[in-house]
């Protein structure tokens, strides 16, 4: 059984994307969330905080890009998670207008 996050922490912030802005179009926004939330818990953090209904979630996995320090050795980011979250027709967030 995984860490119970409180609805609030699973959001931490929207991503602002091209593809994100192309996905709009097909009622999709673009979440980074905690490492530990599931389908489940953004879709209950989605729709408790933008109070709207949430057909679909896709959660991915991604890869902390390298970087190199000022001594010339490489490092990684820290690895992330991203959301797709498909809402229900008629439903937006007013978070993404104009962007």
Sequence with gaps: MGKVL?????????????KGALLVS???????VHSW????AVKAAVEESFNVKVVAVNVMNMKGKPRRSRNGR???EM??????V????GDKL???EGV
């Design 37 to 40: 939330a599931n389908k489940v």
């Design 6 to 18: 409180h609805p609030l922490q699973v959001v931490e912030k929207a991503l602002i994307t091209e």
């Design 79 to 84: 690895d992330w998670k991203k959301a797709v």
């Design 74 to 76: 490489f490092s990684h």
């Design 86 to 89: 498909t809402l229900a027709e």
């Design 94 to 96: 007013e978070l993404f």
């Design 26 to 32: 097909q009622n999709k926004y673009l979440f980074r």
